[in-house]
């Protein structure tokens, strides 16, 4: 795929979303930190469902770490692998009060030595909260960039990098939104929505549906 084509497809993508962003919900970059550790193999949906409630019990490090692990629990056993995540909440609430003043960095070395953070968390920290241009590649983006042709790549990390050297610089900041809405919503895993699709005449897919 060449640049111009690139160009077009981000300039539809923001025509039809000028300010996309995530769909998780927060009020401050700690809600969004913890929500976004909570979300692996979770929906935003069961997410959401669960941190309305929480967030209004305890949205600071002091008061989830109040909790203890038990007391997470209660409010996301609805979420996969909560008792894993429990602890890892916990853990990264103790740091961040130990290491950072209760301050969510904003670099990656730092967000990746929380306990339950990784490179995809980090990314989606650095990229929606502090607006870094990271890309934060999940199994939608990683289908979307392949199939596409925009960014392809074997692997997450390579997809992430060919995201970052392929996509305009203009649209950077914004690209992990838009890729990632339109995986879900419209370039969808088993079969894709091409005939509502805004790029279908610019995506290089050659198993193009008609609905």
């Not at 970059?29 to 929500?35: D, K, P, R, Y």
């Not at 008061?63 to 909440?89: C, M, P, Q, R, W």
Request: aromatic letters at 6%; a positive charge.
């Amino acid at each position: 795929m060449n640049r111009i084509k690139r160009e077009e497809i981000f300039r539809r993508l923001r025509a039809e979303n000028p300010n996309p962003t995530t769909e998780l919900e927060f009020n401050s970059t700690f809600e969004l930190l913890i929500a976004v550790i909570l979300s692996a193999q979770a929906t935003d949906v069961s997410v959401n469902k669960a941190t309305r409630v929480l967030y209004k019990v305890a949205n600071t490090p002091e008061k989830i770490l109040s909790l203890g692990v038990d007391g997470l629990k209660s409010y996301i056993k609805t979420i996969g692998l909560f008792n894993t995540k429990a602890e890892n909440v916990i853990k990264t609430c103790a740091a961040l009060i130990e290491r950072h003043n209760s301050i969510v960095p904003d670099n990656r070395e730092a967000l990746e030595a929380l306990p339950g953070v990784g490179r995809k968390t980090a990314n989606v920290v650095l990229n929606t909260a502090f607006r870094q241009p990271a890309m934060a590649v999940d199994t939608h983006i990683f289908r979307v960039s392949n199939r596409t042709g925009i960014a392809p790549g074997k692997n997450v990390l390579e997809v992430e990098k060919n995201l970052l050297k392929f996509v305009p610089r203009d649209y950077l900041l914004d690209a992990h939104h838009w890729l990632i809405l339109h995986g879900r919503y419209t370039c969808v895993a088993r079969k894709p929505k091409c005939g509502a699709c805004v790029i279908e005449d610019l995506c290089e897919y050659k198993d193009k549906t008609a609905d």
